[in-house]
């Protein structure tokens, strides 16, 4: 038998991201779709695959485009179509192939990529989003700000186009025509059973340049005529109709006192016929949806509730790390239909209740798994070669005290051929957000720095999602201060811990877990070295330069920095520069429209003003996505620098 290796950055390159499971109205198949990252043309590569659901048959390859193929969704009721979206021809379009193979033929086309593609319930129709309009600036290279919505990450700056909703006849030669219209986006398209109507996403505001509200609306596809679902109060979406057409579904929150923007989801149904809206997970204290992070994940779809023949809903919800799938009735009564420690991050079912489901765990990437009524049953193992050759860090699900009676969660990950009398180094990751979580999935770069031979302790502090409403509120006007002690007491457990050394503890993180270790570094010098990324310094000069900050940091720092300068100067990692001495590592993407490169030029300008060994590296062309959707030759080179910096310092 071969001996197994470690894991290595390149085995990026090894690594086969599932994605998206869609099965079909019989239930006898399911499409799934694969990414892989390739080195030569430093891009990646998407593929449609097809596995039979009750044979016990290998996987096979059902596109074969060499760019971006994903989306796959069956034409309803026959399922003897596959509709999807492909870039082959530049841009993703939306395509049309025979469920059992053959050419593909392109629907749509233009300049502007469609997204969001959705079936008219009779299988004449794909409905679908793209931008439409006149730019701002189409005569020069200049660009015009006109909103306080301006930018957003990822995309860029914004030139006057709105996003909306579009239909194209599968008739060959049929011309797409545009649903929707107004100065506002219009997304998520849910047609109605009956044809006549489609549920969409919109912020139709006077001032809806200058806020994050998303209504859900319908439209009449005959008259024109719109109707407002939501109360116009927070952020809504997901909208998904019965079958028989008289309720929609649809998953939001009003931001209200004293929660505002972290206001836990709820899962509502609206009747059609009375207007009368019911939410179906109170006392939960969880939400549905899926939060969990990861770095081996690509076009995963965000999950929108799905009706069951019984008139229920399955919907996912994130709880303390993993993601599970729940059923919902009409009487409010959650009740898990999938658990355990697993982080599912997207399903679908077929007509007699079959689900298909994509889940992955701490020690394996995702695959492609299927529910019957005789139970649960693997479908896929596309990275089974892979993991018979490499030795993984063993994970611990580990809990430890913060403040008095405060338990904060975590996982902590062991280095492969684990000695219990050695005494290791040892680093803490502290996740972005920060109301996201680290969850029960496989993320390389944990897996990277146990290989490399570091105890790794990935944590949940206050301010997380999955743990209910006044844990992911924790951070309300405290950035720096109960998540902070949550933090530190991670690093007195590691430092409690038997094989590690406590003299040796590194720190990093992005984005939000970017500005905790700034933070960190100005209040403690425990750490030997830490690694900073897409982070911010000062949090004054960053509510006008993000894309987003100014929508949400009112909430969190007690109102705009105009108003009340002396707390966000007190909650700055730049107010503490000079206490630092902890050699430290800037990882920052030019194009982050996030958290602009202007933080951590800001914060290392004034660490080489004060002593502190640091470096700063500059990504070109990279958003604040680079650890996820980078260019896969960076995506290399960040790792390289961060094990590089750990090597070097501890």
């Given at each position: 038998m071969t001996a197994k290796r470690r894991l290595t950055i390149d085995?990026?390159?090894?690594?086969?991201?599932?994605?998206?499971?869609?099965?079909?109205?019989?239930?006898?198949?399911?499409?799934?779709?694969?990414?892989?990252?390739?080195?030569?043309?430093?891009?990646?590569?998407?593929?449609?695959?097809?596995v039979d659901a009750d044979d016990g048959s290998e996987p096979y390859r059902y596109t074969t485009g060499g760019g971006l193929d994903s989306s796959p969704r069956w034409s309803p009721t026959s399922g003897d179509k596959i509709a999807f979206l492909s870039d082959r021809s530049g841009r993703n379009q939306v395509h049309l192939m025979a469920a059992d193979g053959g050419e593909s033929e392109q629907l749509t086309s233009g300049d502007d990529p469609a997204s969001d593609i959705n079936w008219s319930v009779d299988g004449s129709t794909i409905y679908y989003v793209k931008k439409t309009g006149e730019k701002f600036n189409s005569e020069t290279d200049t660009k015009v700000l006109r909103t306080l919505r301006n930018r957003m990450d990822g995309e860029g700056f914004w030139d006057g186009r709105r996003k909306h909703i579009f239909a194209v006849a599968i008739d060959k030669g049929s011309e797409p025509r545009q649903i929707t219209t107004g100065d506002w986006d219009s997304t998520q398209p849910a047609p109605s059973p009956d044809g006549q109507r489609i549920a969409f996403c919109s912020n139709r505001s006077?001032?809806?340049?200058?806020?994050?509200?998303?209504?859900?609306?319908?439209?009449?596809?005959?008259?024109?005529?719109?109707?407002?679902?939501?109360?116009?109060?927070?952020?809504?979406?997901?909208?998904?109709?019965?079958?028989?057409?008289?309720?929609?579904?649809?998953?939001?929150?009003?931001?209200?006192?004293?929660?505002?923007?972290?206001?836990?989801?709820?899962?509502?149904?609206?009747?059609?016929?009375?207007?009368?809206?019911?939410?179906?997970?109170?006392?939960?204290?969880?939400?549905?949806?899926?939060?969990?992070?990861?770095?081996?994940?690509?076009?995963?779809?965000?999950?929108?509730?799905?009706?069951?023949?019984?008139?229920?809903?399955?919907?996912?919800?994130?709880?303390?790390?993993?993601?599970?799938?729940?059923?919902?009735?009409?009487?409010?009564?959650?009740?898990?239909?999938?658990?355990?420690?697993?982080?599912?991050?997207?399903?679908?079912?077929?007509?007699?209740?079959?689900?298909?489901?994509?889940?992955?765990?701490?020690?394996?990437?995702?695959?492609?798994?299927?529910?019957?009524?005789?139970?649960?049953?693997?479908?896929?193992n596309m990275n089974a070669g892979y993991l018979d050759s490499v030795e993984l860090a063993a994970v611990e699900e580990i809990r430890y005290e913060s403040d008095p009676g405060v338990e904060v969660h975590?996982?902590?990950?062991?280095?492969?051929?684990?000695?219990?009398?050695?005494?290791?180094?040892?680093?803490?990751?502290?996740?972005?957000?920060?109301?996201?979580?680290?969850?029960?999935?496989?993320?390389?770069?944990?897996?990277?720095l146990a290989a490399r031979g570091y105890v790794v302790l990935m944590t949940n502090p206050r301010g997380s999602t999955g743990y209910g409403q006044?844990?992911?509120?924790?951070?309300?006007?405290?950035?720096?201060?109960?998540?902070?002690?949550?933090?530190?007491?991670?690093?007195?457990?590691?430092?409690?811990?038997?094989?590690?050394?406590?003299?040796?503890?590194?720190?990093?993180?992005?984005?939000?877990?970017?500005?905790?270790?700034?933070?960190?570094?100005?209040?403690?010098?425990?750490?030997?070295?830490?690694?900073?990324?897409?982070?911010?310094?000062?949090?004054?000069?960053?509510?006008?330069?993000?894309?987003?900050?100014?929508?949400?940091?009112?909430?969190?720092?007690?109102?705009?920095?105009?108003?009340?300068?002396?707390?966000?100067?007190?909650?700055?990692?730049?107010?503490?520069v000079e206490n630092i001495k902890t050699p430290i590592l800037l990882l920052h993407s030019e194009n982050d429209l996030r958290c602009p490169i202007s933080q951590s030029e800001e914060f290392f300008t004034a660490l080489q003003l004060h002593g502190c060994p640091s470096e700063f590296v500059r990504f070109p062309d990279e958003s604040h996505g680079l650890s996820r959707t980078g260019q896969p030759k960076h995506r290399v080179e960040r790792l390289e620098r961060i094990c590089g910096w750990f090597d070097r310092y501890l």
């Open positions: 085995d990026l390159f090894e690594i086969r991201m599932v994605a998206d499971p869609q099965i079909s109205p019989d239930g006898r198949r399911v499409a799934f779709v694969v990414s892989t990252l390739d080195r030569d043309s430093n891009r990646y590569r998407s593929a449609i695959w097809m006077d001032d809806r340049d200058a806020t994050t509200r998303v209504d859900v609306w319908i439209q009449n596809l005959e008259t024109g005529e719109t109707e407002q679902v939501t109360p116009g109060d927070g952020t809504y979406g997901s909208p998904s109709w019965s079958p028989d057409g008289e309720r929609l579904a649809y998953i939001g929150h009003p931001s209200v006192d004293p929660w505002g923007p972290t206001t836990l989801d709820n899962l509502f149904v609206r009747e059609i016929g009375s207007g009368e809206d019911r939410a179906l997970m109170g006392g939960m204290d969880r939400e549905p949806g899926a939060s969990g992070m990861s770095d081996i994940r690509y076009n995963v779809p965000a999950q929108r509730p799905v009706w069951t023949n019984d008139g229920s809903l399955l919907t996912l919800l994130g709880d303390e790390g993993s993601v599970h799938i729940y059923r919902c009735g009409a009487d409010g009564s959650p009740s898990a239909v999938i658990d355990g420690q697993q982080d599912i991050q997207s399903f679908s079912t077929s007509n007699d209740g079959t689900l298909a489901y994509a889940s992955s765990s701490l020690t394996e990437p995702t695959d492609v798994f299927i529910m019957t009524p005789d139970g649960t049953s693997r479908l896929t975590g996982w902590l990950l062991k280095p492969p051929a684990f000695n219990s009398s050695a005494r290791y180094p040892a680093i803490i990751e502290v996740h972005g957000g920060p109301h996201g979580m680290y969850s029960t999935g496989f993320f390389h770069e944990m897996q990277l006044e844990w992911v509120a924790g951070t309300k006007e405290d950035w720096g201060g109960a998540d902070y002690r949550d933090v530190i007491a991670g690093a007195d457990y590691l430092a409690g811990l038997d094989f590690v050394d406590a003299s040796r503890l590194g720190i990093a993180g992005g984005s939000y877990g970017g500005y905790m270790v700034n933070w960190a570094l100005g209040q403690t010098d425990r750490f030997r070295a830490a690694v900073s990324q897409r982070s911010t310094a000062n949090r004054a000069s960053l509510y006008g330069t993000s894309d987003i900050n100014w929508s949400y940091n009112d909430w969190e720092y007690g109102g705009t920095p105009y108003e009340n300068h002396e707390f966000y100067r007190e909650r700055s990692p730049l107010t503490y």
